[in-house]
């Protein structure tokens, strides 16, 4: 089975940096990613990690340890428009995607 | 640019009737999903299709069937709808690409009463 452990809320303000932590226990682990989803709409995608390490895309990165079972998503430079739901996924051996029950970020001005 | 198209984007139905929720992909997109999205409990995959003429059963699969006769098509059928699907239904497609990101369709909202 699947379990994917990530915060439930977070708040942060405009202009600062917000971490996202997420933990991992999966059957067979074929990639991470992480997904951006505003209240009401269809998730989006913003990142791919399947090797240890940083990835970086603008003012959002992800970092992957398989090892510890463990990824985070960083948002710098927190704008209004950064408030939305954060899902972190694992995809398997089969190629199937597991979800969290994401994270709210809330950017206060 | 379609991408993934659901239909009905809401509905309301009696308890007891049978529904299918239609999910129509223009990207050639070999592998199909459908998920259902619950408050504290996030997105849980119900069926998937890998291909053409193959579906796989998911996380939460009682109550639901699904059919892929083509590429394009991957409708999700509640024979018997009970008020606990009640739920927001979102159909996505994945690449065969090294990412394989998945992209979804803008969900159907369905409320079983």
């Known amino acids: 089975g699947q379990n994917i452990d990530q915060p439930t809320e977070m708040t942060a303000t405009e202009g600062a940096i917000v971490q996202i932590n997420c933990t991992y226990q999966?059957?067979?682990?074929?990639?991470l990613f992480w997904y951006q989803q505003h209240a009401g709409e269809a998730p989006t995608f913003l990142s791919y990690?399947?090797?240890?390490g940083l990835e970086e895309k603008g003012r959002f990165s992800s970092f992957l340890s398989r090892s510890k079972g463990y990824s985070y998503l960083l948002l710098k430079e927190l704008q209004m428009k950064d408030s939305a739901s954060y899902l972190c996924?694992?995809?398997?051996?089969?190629?199937?995607?597991?979800f969290g029950a994401g994270t709210t970020v809330t950017v206060r001005a | 640019i379609a991408g993934i198209t659901q239909a009905p984007t809401s509905q309301i139905l009696a308890a007891g009737r049978r529904m299918t929720l239609r999910c129509t992909q223009d990207?050639?997109?070999?592998?199909m999903y459908w998920y259902r999205q619950d408050l504290g409990l996030g997105l849980r995959l119900i069926h998937y299709?890998?291909?053409?003429?193959?579906?796989g059963k998911g996380e939460v699969p009682d109550g639901y069937s699904v059919s892929r006769a083509n590429t394009d098509d991957f409708p999700l059928t509640l024979a018997s709808a009970v008020p606990s699907q009640t739920s927001v239904y979102f159909c996505a497609s994945s690449t065969s690409g090294e990412t394989g990101e998945l992209f979804f369709g803008e969900g159907s909202r369905l409320t079983v009463l």
């Open positions: 990207m050639r997109h070999n592998a």
């Open positions: 299709s890998n291909t053409a003429g193959t579906t």
């Open positions: 996924a694992v995809r398997d051996d089969d190629y199937k995607l597991s």
């Open positions: 990690n399947v090797l240890d």
């Open positions: 999966t059957s067979g682990f074929n990639g």
